[in-house]
Protein backbone atom coordinates (compact mmCIF):
# COMPACT_ATOMS: atom_id res chain seq x y z
CA UNK A 1 0.00 0.00 0.00
CA UNK A 2 1.16 3.42 -1.25
CA UNK A 3 -0.39 7.30 -0.46
CA UNK A 4 -0.28 9.53 -2.83
CA UNK A 5 -0.26 13.17 -0.83
CA UNK A 6 -0.86 16.36 -2.84
CA UNK A 7 -0.75 19.56 -1.44
CA UNK A 8 -1.74 22.65 -3.50
CA UNK A 9 -1.13 26.10 -2.17
CA UNK A 10 -4.35 28.40 -3.30
CA UNK A 11 -4.73 31.87 -4.17
CA UNK A 12 -5.99 33.71 -1.08
CA UNK A 13 -9.81 33.52 -1.11
CA UNK A 14 -10.75 30.78 -3.98
CA UNK A 15 -10.82 28.16 -0.95
CA UNK A 16 -14.24 27.42 -0.94
CA UNK A 17 -14.66 27.53 -5.12
CA UNK A 18 -11.80 24.93 -5.04
CA UNK A 19 -13.41 22.60 -2.99
CA UNK A 20 -16.67 23.03 -4.48
CA UNK A 21 -15.07 22.43 -7.96
CA UNK A 22 -13.29 19.35 -6.37
CA UNK A 23 -16.00 18.00 -5.03
CA UNK A 24 -18.33 18.09 -8.37
CA UNK A 25 -14.84 16.57 -10.16
CA UNK A 26 -14.40 13.82 -7.31
CA UNK A 27 -18.10 12.14 -8.08
CA UNK A 28 -17.15 11.02 -10.88
CA UNK A 29 -13.60 10.09 -10.12
CA UNK A 30 -14.45 8.08 -7.05
CA UNK A 31 -15.61 5.28 -9.74
CA UNK A 32 -12.03 4.54 -10.69
CA UNK A 33 -10.49 4.64 -6.96
CA UNK A 34 -11.39 6.70 -3.66
CA UNK A 35 -9.74 9.28 -1.45
CA UNK A 36 -8.83 8.64 1.92
CA UNK A 37 -8.77 12.06 3.20
CA UNK A 38 -9.39 15.69 1.68
CA UNK A 39 -8.47 18.35 4.18
CA UNK A 40 -7.82 22.45 3.71
CA UNK A 41 -5.46 24.29 6.37
CA UNK A 42 -6.69 25.87 9.14
CA UNK A 43 -3.97 26.54 11.37
CA UNK A 44 -0.25 26.79 10.21
CA UNK A 45 0.40 27.34 6.27
CA UNK A 46 -2.63 29.04 4.75
CA UNK A 47 -4.28 28.18 1.48
CA UNK A 48 -3.52 24.73 1.53
CA UNK A 49 -5.41 21.85 0.47
CA UNK A 50 -4.38 18.32 1.08
CA UNK A 51 -5.52 15.01 -0.45
CA UNK A 52 -4.44 11.38 0.32
CA UNK A 53 -4.88 8.69 -2.24
CA UNK A 54 -4.17 5.03 -1.42
CA UNK A 55 -3.28 2.81 -4.25
CA UNK A 56 -2.02 -0.63 -4.06
CA UNK A 57 1.50 0.46 -5.86
CA UNK A 58 2.76 2.24 -8.50
CA UNK A 59 1.23 0.32 -11.19
CA UNK A 60 -2.24 0.96 -9.53
CA UNK A 61 -1.58 4.37 -9.49
CA UNK A 62 -0.52 4.73 -13.42
CA UNK A 63 -3.46 2.95 -14.71
CA UNK A 64 -6.08 4.91 -12.09
CA UNK A 65 -5.14 8.39 -13.38
CA UNK A 66 -5.09 7.17 -17.05
CA UNK A 67 -8.57 5.65 -16.81
CA UNK A 68 -9.58 9.18 -15.30
CA UNK A 69 -7.85 11.61 -17.29
CA UNK A 70 -9.58 9.34 -20.47
CA UNK A 71 -12.85 9.63 -18.82
CA UNK A 72 -13.02 13.08 -18.76
CA UNK A 73 -14.21 15.39 -16.45
CA UNK A 74 -10.80 14.73 -14.36
CA UNK A 75 -8.85 16.33 -13.20
CA UNK A 76 -11.25 19.72 -11.45
CA UNK A 77 -11.02 22.73 -13.33
CA UNK A 78 -8.97 24.91 -10.61
CA UNK A 79 -5.68 25.18 -12.50
CA UNK A 80 -6.56 29.42 -12.31
CA UNK A 81 -6.61 29.27 -8.05
CA UNK A 82 -3.42 26.82 -7.56
CA UNK A 83 -0.29 29.21 -6.72
CA UNK A 84 1.94 25.74 -6.25
CA UNK A 85 1.66 21.78 -6.05
CA UNK A 86 3.58 18.93 -4.79
CA UNK A 87 2.65 15.34 -4.59
CA UNK A 88 4.70 13.12 -2.33
CA UNK A 89 4.43 8.92 -1.93
CA UNK A 90 4.22 7.86 0.73
CA UNK A 91 4.84 4.71 2.57
CA UNK A 92 2.79 3.73 5.89
CA UNK A 93 5.35 2.12 9.15
CA UNK A 94 4.33 -1.16 9.74
CA UNK A 95 2.50 -0.10 12.88
CA UNK A 96 0.42 2.90 11.16
CA UNK A 97 -3.52 1.47 10.72
CA UNK A 98 -5.12 1.54 7.28
CA UNK A 99 -7.17 4.85 6.95
CA UNK A 100 -10.41 4.14 6.55
CA UNK A 101 -14.21 6.31 6.32
CA UNK A 102 -14.70 7.64 9.89
CA UNK A 103 -16.23 10.41 11.84
CA UNK A 104 -13.24 11.17 14.11
CA UNK A 105 -11.88 14.56 13.87
CA UNK A 106 -12.64 17.44 12.84
CA UNK A 107 -9.65 18.68 13.69
CA UNK A 108 -6.74 16.86 11.97
CA UNK A 109 -3.08 17.70 12.99
CA UNK A 110 -0.46 16.68 10.44
CA UNK A 111 3.11 16.65 11.70
CA UNK A 112 5.92 16.10 9.37
CA UNK A 113 9.56 15.96 10.61
CA UNK A 114 12.25 15.72 8.24
CA UNK A 115 15.20 13.48 9.50
CA UNK A 116 18.92 13.16 9.07
CA UNK A 117 19.89 10.67 5.73
CA UNK A 118 19.98 7.67 6.90
CA UNK A 119 18.00 8.08 9.78
CA UNK A 120 14.78 6.08 9.05
CA UNK A 121 15.30 2.72 10.85
CA UNK A 122 16.15 4.37 13.85
CA UNK A 123 13.60 6.82 13.57
CA UNK A 124 10.85 3.89 12.60
CA UNK A 125 12.55 1.96 15.74
CA UNK A 126 12.16 4.69 17.89
CA UNK A 127 8.56 4.99 17.06
CA UNK A 128 7.54 1.37 16.93
CA UNK A 129 8.74 0.95 20.88
CA UNK A 130 6.99 3.92 22.04
CA UNK A 131 3.40 4.07 20.44
CA UNK A 132 1.46 2.18 22.31
CA UNK A 133 2.26 4.61 25.21
CA UNK A 134 0.59 7.64 22.84
CA UNK A 135 -2.18 5.07 21.44
CA UNK A 136 -3.44 5.12 25.63
CA UNK A 137 -4.60 8.90 24.94
CA UNK A 138 -5.44 9.02 20.99
CA UNK A 139 -6.01 7.29 18.15
CA UNK A 140 -3.59 7.60 15.44
CA UNK A 141 -4.83 8.56 11.46
CA UNK A 142 -1.40 7.28 10.05
CA UNK A 143 1.94 7.49 10.02
CA UNK A 144 3.66 7.85 6.78
CA UNK A 145 7.26 8.36 5.21
CA UNK A 146 8.24 9.41 1.96
CA UNK A 147 9.66 7.35 -0.81
CA UNK A 148 9.47 9.81 -3.86
CA UNK A 149 9.40 13.70 -3.59
CA UNK A 150 11.09 15.32 -1.13
CA UNK A 151 12.84 13.13 0.36
CA UNK A 152 13.13 12.28 4.58
CA UNK A 153 10.25 12.97 5.16
CA UNK A 154 7.98 11.63 8.07
CA UNK A 155 4.22 12.50 8.85
CA UNK A 156 1.96 11.42 11.62
CA UNK A 157 -1.32 12.35 10.98
CA UNK A 158 -3.91 12.66 14.72
CA UNK A 159 -7.67 13.52 14.61
CA UNK A 160 -9.17 15.34 17.70
CA UNK A 161 -12.39 16.76 18.66
CA UNK A 162 -11.25 19.99 19.66
CA UNK A 163 -7.96 21.38 20.15
CA UNK A 164 -9.06 21.48 23.62
CA UNK A 165 -8.65 17.89 23.67
CA UNK A 166 -5.17 17.99 21.55
CA UNK A 167 -4.10 19.68 24.51
CA UNK A 168 -4.68 17.86 27.13
CA UNK A 169 -4.03 14.69 25.11
CA UNK A 170 -0.57 16.07 24.61
CA UNK A 171 0.01 17.17 28.13
CA UNK A 172 -0.93 13.09 28.81
CA UNK A 173 1.67 11.88 26.78
CA UNK A 174 3.72 13.94 27.92
CA UNK A 175 3.63 13.61 31.74
CA UNK A 176 4.38 9.68 30.81
CA UNK A 177 8.00 10.89 30.68
CA UNK A 178 8.14 8.11 27.75
CA UNK A 179 6.49 10.26 24.81
CA UNK A 180 7.50 11.44 22.27
CA UNK A 181 9.19 8.56 21.20
CA UNK A 182 12.98 10.17 21.43
CA UNK A 183 12.55 10.23 25.30
CA UNK A 184 11.67 6.48 25.56
CA UNK A 185 14.39 5.39 23.44
CA UNK A 186 17.05 7.63 24.98
CA UNK A 187 15.69 6.20 29.04
CA UNK A 188 15.97 2.54 27.15
CA UNK A 189 19.84 3.46 26.04
CA UNK A 190 18.59 3.22 22.38
CA UNK A 191 19.60 5.55 19.35
CA UNK A 192 18.12 8.57 18.85
CA UNK A 193 16.93 9.24 15.76
CA UNK A 194 18.05 13.06 14.26
CA UNK A 195 15.30 15.46 13.28
CA UNK A 196 16.52 18.20 11.00
CA UNK A 197 13.00 20.13 10.66
CA UNK A 198 9.64 20.20 12.06
CA UNK A 199 6.41 21.39 10.07
CA UNK A 200 2.64 21.54 11.94
CA UNK A 201 -0.36 21.92 10.44
CA UNK A 202 -3.92 21.65 11.48
CA UNK A 203 -6.61 20.28 9.03
CA UNK A 204 -10.35 20.36 8.66
CA UNK A 205 -11.66 17.94 6.70
CA UNK A 206 -13.56 19.01 2.87
CA UNK A 207 -17.46 18.30 3.22
CA UNK A 208 -16.78 15.28 0.87
CA UNK A 209 -13.93 13.52 2.46
CA UNK A 210 -14.54 10.63 3.33
CA UNK A 211 -12.70 10.69 6.70
CA UNK A 212 -13.84 13.32 8.60
Same mark, same amino acid.
Given at each position: ?????????????????????????????????????????????????????? #???????????????????????????????????????????????????? #??????????????????????????????????????????????????????? /???????????? /???????????????????????????????????????
Amino acid at each position: MIYEMRTYTLKPRSLAEVEKRFGEAYEKRKQFSELAAFWHTEIGPLNQIVHLWP #YQDLAERTRVRAEAAKAGGWPPNIKEFIVSMTSDLMIPASFSPPIKPARVGP #YFEMRTYTYAAGELPVLLDNWESAIDVRLQFSPVTAVLYSDFGALNKFVHIWPYK /SLEERNAVRDKA /SATGLWPSSLKAAKEGKPVATIVAQENKILMPSAFSPLQ
